[in-house]
C-alpha cells in the first residue's frame, strides 16, 4: 500500500499549488483521507481531511483556521486519488505536506497510512 503525494514546488506569495496523493495498493474509498504539513520548529498540523460518500454526491471536510478559505481538498475514487488546491499561498505555508489515511478522524495527529512528502516553499 503506497501514498505517492506530489505537486510540492516552489511558488511567490499569493500564487497557487496543488497537490495531488495518487494510492495504489488497496482503494482508499471508504478512508478518510487528509494533508498535514510540518513546517520546521513547528508541530505537524492537520490541514485538511476529506469524508467518504457513500453517494458520491457530498462529501463533509475539515480545514484548519489557518487554511479556510484559501485551501480546498477533493477526492476522485475513481482515480484513487486525493488533490489539495492551495490558493493565496503565505510564506507561513511553508512546509513539506504528507497525505494520510484513516478510517476514523485524524484530527488526534493519528492515520494509518502515510504518503512521503512533498514541499511547499513559498517566498515574500
Known amino acids: 500500500v503506497q501514498l505517492q503525494a506530489s505537486g510540492g514546488g516552489l511558488v511567490q506569495a499569493g500564487g497557487s499549488l496543488r497537490l495531488s496523493c495518487a494510492a495504489s495498493?488497496?482503494?482508499?474509498?471508504?478512508?478518510?483521507m487528509g494533508w498535514f504539513r510540518h513546517a520546521p520548529g513547528k508541530e505537524r498540523e492537520l490541514v485538511a481531511a476529506?469524508?467518504?460518500?457513500?453517494?458520491?454526491?457530498?462529501?463533509?471536510?475539515y480545514y484548519a483556521d489557518s487554511v479556510m478559505g484559501r485551501f480546498t481538498i477533493s477526492r476522485d475514487d475513481a482515480k484513487n486519488t486525493t488533490y489539495l488546491q492551495m490558493n493565496s499561498l503565505k510564506p507561513e505555508d511553508t512546509a513539506v505536506y504528507y497525505c494520510?489515511?484513516?478510517?476514523?478522524?485524524?484530527?488526534?495527529?493519528?492515520?494509518?497510512?502515510w504518503g512521503q512528502g512533498t514541499l511547499v516553499t513559498v517566498s515574500s
Open positions: 476529506i469524508n467518504w460518500s457513500v453517494g458520491k454526491t457530498y462529501y463533509s471536510t
Open positions: 494520510a489515511g484513516n478510517l476514523a478522524s485524524m484530527t488526534a495527529g493519528v492515520a494509518q497510512y
Open positions: 495498493g488497496r482503494t482508499f474509498s471508504k478512508y478518510i
